[in-house]
């Protein structure tokens, strides 16, 4: 399949593990935020969004915490199966620009 | 099926011959986008429609162009293909008009440029 990049940071976890994949975003104004999940071959699909006025949200298996200060994301994903291997990046409304930005990307392997 | 189709999924071509990449979504979206993905680089948006024939440059639209007749298609245009060009291709619809909020990808083009 596709190789959406060969640099990209990658956690290594064992299945049944936590993951948590962090991101730092650019813009203190950003008032909106997803993660996307991308596994090889495929396009990215959604996997959970946050807004500005949160600090937390929790989806099925997953949280998305969200630290403004520092300019922070992260992802959290309970126990942690081989079919969450991907490659996972986040992405903030720029209010300003009306657009979204996208980060690089982590790429998490889960072994067996 | 709610879904972005694009079409073809792997493309081989040579310099300065034009092609076309499809994207179709069927589910009424206003707002539709092309991005590329590089290695080591995020998406970046290629151009991006907000409706029926508007359509607007994004951050990289040098070497391509798009068009939107109907709401459901948005095909990218490459009139003079380059090397520099090849890279995995992604359109990509949102319910929301401005695009700012979640977004629905299709599953990619491969192009190659020799």
């Known amino acids: 399949g596709e190789s959406v990049g060969l640099h990209l940071p990658t956690l290594s976890v064992q299945e049944g593990d936590n993951s948590i994949i962090n991101c730092a975003y650019s813009?203190?104004?950003?008032?909106?935020f997803i993660w996307y999940k991308q596994e090889s071959g495929k396009g990215p699909q959604f996997i959970i969004d946050?807004?500005?006025?949160?600090d937390k949200r929790q989806g099925q298996r997953v949280t998305v915490l969200l630290n403004k200060t520092v300019k922070h994301l992260s992802l959290q994903i309970a126990a942690t199966q081989p079919g969450d291997s991907a490659v996972y990046f986040c992405?903030?409304?720029?209010?300003?620009?009306?657009?979204?930005?996208f980060g690089t990307g982590t790429r998490l392997l889960v072994s067996p | 099926e709610a879904q972005v189709t694009q079409n073809p999924r792997y493309l081989i071509t040579v310099t300065g011959k034009k092609l076309t990449v499809t994207c179709s979504q069927n589910?009424?979206?206003?707002?539709m986008s092309w991005y590329r993905q590089d290695p080591g680089l995020g998406l970046r948006q290629i151009y991006y429609?907000?409706?029926?024939?508007?359509?607007d440059k994004g951050d990289v639209p040098e070497g391509y162009k798009v068009s939107r007749k109907e709401k459901r298609n948005f095909p990218l245009i490459l009139e003079s293909p380059s090397p520099n060009q090849t890279s995995l291709y992604f359109c990509?619809?949102?319910?929301?008009?401005?695009?700012?909020?979640?977004?629905?990808f299709g599953p990619g083009t491969r192009l190659t440029v020799t």
């Open positions: 990509a619809s949102s319910l929301s008009a401005s695009g700012t909020y979640e977004q629905y």
């Open positions: 813009n203190s104004a950003s008032d909106y």
């Open positions: 946050i807004r500005s006025n949160m």
């Open positions: 992405a903030e409304r720029l209010v300003s620009f009306q657009k979204l930005v």
């Open positions: 589910m009424n979206h206003e707002y």
């Open positions: 429609s907000m409706n029926v024939e508007v359509t």
